[in-house]
Protein backbone atom coordinates (compact mmCIF):
# COMPACT_ATOMS: atom_id res chain seq x y z
CA UNK A 1 0.00 0.00 0.00
CA UNK A 2 1.09 3.58 -0.76
CA UNK A 3 1.96 5.81 1.90
CA UNK A 4 2.50 9.77 2.30
CA UNK A 5 4.45 11.18 4.74
CA UNK A 6 4.91 15.22 5.82
CA UNK A 7 7.32 15.54 8.82
CA UNK A 8 6.62 19.17 9.62
CA UNK A 9 3.68 19.93 11.55
CA UNK A 10 4.00 23.07 11.51
CA UNK A 11 6.02 25.92 9.63
CA UNK A 12 5.80 29.25 9.39
CA UNK A 13 7.30 31.93 6.93
CA UNK A 14 7.54 36.03 6.89
CA UNK A 15 5.26 37.52 4.25
CA UNK A 16 7.39 37.91 0.95
CA UNK A 17 9.88 34.98 2.05
CA UNK A 18 10.16 31.84 0.46
CA UNK A 19 9.20 28.75 2.28
CA UNK A 20 9.78 24.83 1.24
CA UNK A 21 7.17 22.13 2.57
CA UNK A 22 8.56 18.61 2.74
CA UNK A 23 6.86 15.26 1.73
CA UNK A 24 8.08 11.97 0.90
CA UNK A 25 6.09 8.99 -0.31
CA UNK A 26 6.16 5.07 -1.00
CA UNK A 27 4.79 3.12 -3.63
CA UNK A 28 4.98 0.35 -5.60
CA UNK A 29 4.17 1.50 -8.94
CA UNK A 30 5.57 3.65 -11.08
CA UNK A 31 3.24 5.57 -12.97
CA UNK A 32 1.38 7.64 -10.54
CA UNK A 33 0.31 10.84 -9.73
CA UNK A 34 1.33 13.42 -7.04
CA UNK A 35 -0.56 16.74 -5.66
CA UNK A 36 -0.34 19.54 -3.29
CA UNK A 37 -3.45 20.60 -1.71
CA UNK A 38 -3.89 23.78 0.42
CA UNK A 39 -7.36 23.69 3.26
CA UNK A 40 -7.91 26.91 4.39
CA UNK A 41 -10.11 27.52 7.20
CA UNK A 42 -13.01 27.54 5.04
CA UNK A 43 -12.66 23.41 4.83
CA UNK A 44 -12.54 23.84 1.19
CA UNK A 45 -9.94 21.55 -0.63
CA UNK A 46 -8.22 23.97 -3.31
CA UNK A 47 -5.30 22.43 -5.76
CA UNK A 48 -2.20 24.03 -5.55
CA UNK A 49 -0.28 22.38 -8.05
CA UNK A 50 -0.12 18.33 -9.46
CA UNK A 51 2.98 16.28 -10.83
CA UNK A 52 2.93 13.33 -13.34
CA UNK A 53 5.74 10.67 -12.15
CA UNK A 54 6.65 9.99 -16.10
CA UNK A 55 7.18 13.84 -16.51
CA UNK A 56 11.29 14.63 -15.28
CA UNK A 57 10.34 18.20 -15.40
CA UNK A 58 9.20 20.30 -12.39
CA UNK A 59 5.68 21.46 -12.09
CA UNK A 60 5.22 25.05 -11.16
CA UNK A 61 2.16 27.29 -11.27
CA UNK A 62 3.17 30.63 -10.33
CA UNK A 63 4.71 31.33 -7.09
CA UNK A 64 4.52 27.51 -6.19
CA UNK A 65 6.98 24.80 -7.62
CA UNK A 66 7.62 21.03 -6.72
CA UNK A 67 11.38 19.49 -6.37
CA UNK A 68 10.62 16.08 -7.54
CA UNK A 69 13.01 13.23 -6.75
CA UNK A 70 11.66 9.98 -8.06
CA UNK A 71 14.07 7.93 -6.96
CA UNK A 72 14.22 9.31 -3.49
CA UNK A 73 10.05 9.55 -3.52
CA UNK A 74 9.98 13.07 -2.38
CA UNK A 75 8.20 15.81 -3.28
CA UNK A 76 8.68 19.37 -2.01
CA UNK A 77 6.58 22.52 -2.43
CA UNK A 78 8.63 25.65 -2.73
CA UNK A 79 5.98 28.64 -2.08
CA UNK A 80 7.80 31.76 -3.39
CA UNK A 81 7.18 35.63 -2.55
CA UNK A 82 4.52 34.11 0.43
CA UNK A 83 1.41 36.19 0.87
CA UNK A 84 -1.16 36.27 4.12
CA UNK A 85 -3.33 34.34 1.81
CA UNK A 86 -1.60 31.40 1.81
CA UNK A 87 -1.80 30.94 5.66
CA UNK A 88 -3.55 27.29 5.54
CA UNK A 89 -3.09 23.73 6.06
CA UNK A 90 -0.98 21.86 3.23
CA UNK A 91 -1.39 18.17 2.22
CA UNK A 92 0.51 16.54 -0.41
CA UNK A 93 -1.14 13.95 -1.88
CA UNK A 94 -0.78 10.14 -4.12
CA UNK A 95 -2.96 8.73 -6.66
CA UNK A 96 -2.59 5.88 -9.24
CA UNK A 97 -2.74 6.47 -12.67
CA UNK A 98 -5.21 5.42 -15.05
CA UNK A 99 -6.00 1.90 -15.55
CA UNK A 100 -5.66 0.04 -11.83
CA UNK A 101 -8.88 -1.01 -9.52
CA UNK A 102 -6.99 1.81 -7.10
CA UNK A 103 -7.28 4.39 -9.62
CA UNK A 104 -8.56 7.86 -8.34
CA UNK A 105 -8.26 7.03 -5.03
CA UNK A 106 -6.08 9.67 -2.66
CA UNK A 107 -3.82 9.21 -0.06
CA UNK A 108 -2.67 11.71 2.28
CA UNK A 109 0.32 12.96 4.23
CA UNK A 110 -0.46 14.34 7.83
CA UNK A 111 -0.85 17.91 6.61
CA UNK A 112 1.88 21.17 7.38
CA UNK A 113 -0.10 23.53 8.80
CA UNK A 114 1.64 26.76 6.95
CA UNK A 115 1.75 30.58 9.39
CA UNK A 116 2.80 33.57 7.27
CA UNK A 117 4.01 36.01 9.15
CA UNK A 118 3.35 39.72 7.92
CA UNK B 1 -13.11 22.10 -13.56
CA UNK B 2 -15.77 20.56 -11.72
CA UNK B 3 -17.76 22.45 -9.30
CA UNK B 4 -19.17 20.42 -6.25
CA UNK B 5 -21.63 21.28 -3.99
CA UNK B 6 -22.28 19.29 -0.83
CA UNK B 7 -25.23 20.01 1.53
CA UNK B 8 -25.95 20.42 4.74
CA UNK B 9 -22.20 22.56 5.07
CA UNK B 10 -23.09 21.40 9.29
CA UNK B 11 -25.26 19.98 11.29
CA UNK B 12 -25.35 19.18 15.16
CA UNK B 13 -27.13 15.72 15.98
CA UNK B 14 -28.63 13.25 18.83
CA UNK B 15 -26.56 9.93 18.77
CA UNK B 16 -28.54 7.24 17.59
CA UNK B 17 -29.50 8.93 15.02
CA UNK B 18 -29.09 9.10 10.77
CA UNK B 19 -27.54 11.90 8.45
CA UNK B 20 -27.66 11.59 4.98
CA UNK B 21 -24.81 13.90 3.17
CA UNK B 22 -26.07 15.06 -0.54
CA UNK B 23 -23.00 15.56 -2.87
CA UNK B 24 -23.72 16.83 -6.55
CA UNK B 25 -21.29 17.54 -9.39
CA UNK B 26 -21.93 20.22 -12.10
CA UNK B 27 -20.70 17.87 -15.05
CA UNK B 28 -19.98 13.97 -15.43
CA UNK B 29 -17.60 12.44 -13.23
CA UNK B 30 -15.72 9.02 -13.89
CA UNK B 31 -15.32 8.75 -9.87
CA UNK B 32 -17.03 9.77 -6.45
CA UNK B 33 -15.44 9.00 -2.93
CA UNK B 34 -16.20 10.11 0.32
CA UNK B 35 -13.48 11.12 2.86
CA UNK B 36 -13.79 11.59 6.62
CA UNK B 37 -11.30 14.38 8.05
CA UNK B 38 -11.29 14.37 12.17
CA UNK B 39 -10.76 18.36 13.04
CA UNK B 40 -6.87 19.20 11.84
CA UNK B 41 -6.55 15.99 11.05
CA UNK B 42 -5.53 14.34 7.49
CA UNK B 43 -8.10 12.95 5.12
CA UNK B 44 -9.37 9.04 5.19
CA UNK B 45 -11.20 7.72 2.07
CA UNK B 46 -14.07 5.69 3.66
CA UNK B 47 -15.61 4.56 0.47
CA UNK B 48 -15.10 5.20 -3.70
CA UNK B 49 -19.23 5.41 -4.69
CA UNK B 50 -20.04 3.20 -7.69
CA UNK B 51 -22.76 4.73 -9.95
CA UNK B 52 -25.38 1.95 -10.32
CA UNK B 53 -23.67 -0.66 -7.77
CA UNK B 54 -22.75 -1.13 -4.26
CA UNK B 55 -20.22 1.20 -2.92
CA UNK B 56 -16.43 -0.02 -2.82
CA UNK B 57 -15.42 0.77 1.66
CA UNK B 58 -11.81 0.81 2.84
CA UNK B 59 -10.37 -1.00 5.98
CA UNK B 60 -12.32 0.11 9.06
CA UNK B 61 -15.41 0.94 6.91
CA UNK B 62 -18.67 -0.50 6.84
CA UNK B 63 -21.76 -0.51 4.47
CA UNK B 64 -24.17 -0.49 7.70
CA UNK B 65 -22.59 2.14 9.08
CA UNK B 66 -21.56 4.45 6.17
CA UNK B 67 -24.53 3.95 3.46
CA UNK B 68 -23.45 4.99 0.03
CA UNK B 69 -25.85 5.57 -2.71
CA UNK B 70 -24.96 7.58 -6.44
CA UNK B 71 -27.56 6.30 -9.08
CA UNK B 72 -26.23 8.86 -11.70
CA UNK B 73 -22.94 10.23 -12.87
CA UNK B 74 -23.28 13.56 -10.95
CA UNK B 75 -25.25 12.88 -7.31
CA UNK B 76 -24.11 10.44 -4.62
CA UNK B 77 -25.33 10.71 -0.72
CA UNK B 78 -23.15 9.53 2.46
CA UNK B 79 -25.10 8.43 5.65
CA UNK B 80 -24.17 8.55 8.92
CA UNK B 81 -26.18 5.43 11.09
CA UNK B 82 -26.37 5.54 14.46
CA UNK B 83 -24.09 8.37 15.69
CA UNK B 84 -22.25 8.41 18.54
CA UNK B 85 -20.07 11.37 19.24
CA UNK B 86 -16.80 9.18 17.84
CA UNK B 87 -18.60 10.08 14.38
CA UNK B 88 -17.99 13.97 14.98
CA UNK B 89 -16.09 15.00 12.34
CA UNK B 90 -15.83 16.43 8.44
CA UNK B 91 -17.11 14.60 5.76
CA UNK B 92 -16.47 15.61 1.94
CA UNK B 93 -17.32 14.46 -1.25
CA UNK B 94 -14.73 14.30 -4.18
CA UNK B 95 -15.21 13.90 -7.39
CA UNK B 96 -12.81 12.94 -10.36
CA UNK B 97 -12.64 12.46 -14.38
CA UNK B 98 -10.00 10.50 -16.06
CA UNK B 99 -6.98 11.69 -15.47
CA UNK B 100 -7.35 15.09 -13.82
CA UNK B 101 -7.11 15.70 -10.50
CA UNK B 102 -9.74 15.29 -7.36
CA UNK B 103 -12.33 17.78 -6.75
CA UNK B 104 -13.73 19.19 -3.46
CA UNK B 105 -16.93 19.38 -1.89
CA UNK B 106 -16.89 22.46 0.83
CA UNK B 107 -17.41 19.31 3.36
CA UNK B 108 -19.32 19.05 6.19
CA UNK B 109 -18.58 19.55 9.78
CA UNK B 110 -20.63 17.19 11.78
CA UNK B 111 -20.95 16.91 15.94
CA UNK B 112 -23.10 14.48 17.81
CA UNK B 113 -24.27 15.20 20.71
Known amino acids: AQTVTQSQPEMSVQEAETVTLSCTYD???????LFWYKQPPSRQMILVIRQEAYKQQNATENRFSVNFQKAAKSFSLKISDSQLGDAAMYFC???????????????FGQGTILTVHP | SAVISQKPSRDICQRGTSLTIQCQVDSQVTMMFWYRQQPGQSLTLIAT?????????ESGFVIDKFPISRPNLTFSTLTVSNMSPEDSSIYLC??????????FGQGTRLTVV
Open chain 1, 93 to 107: AHSFHAGGTSYGKLT
Open chain 2, 49 to 57: ANQGSEATY
Open chain 2, 94 to 103: SARAMNTEAF
Open chain 1, 27 to 33: TSESDYY
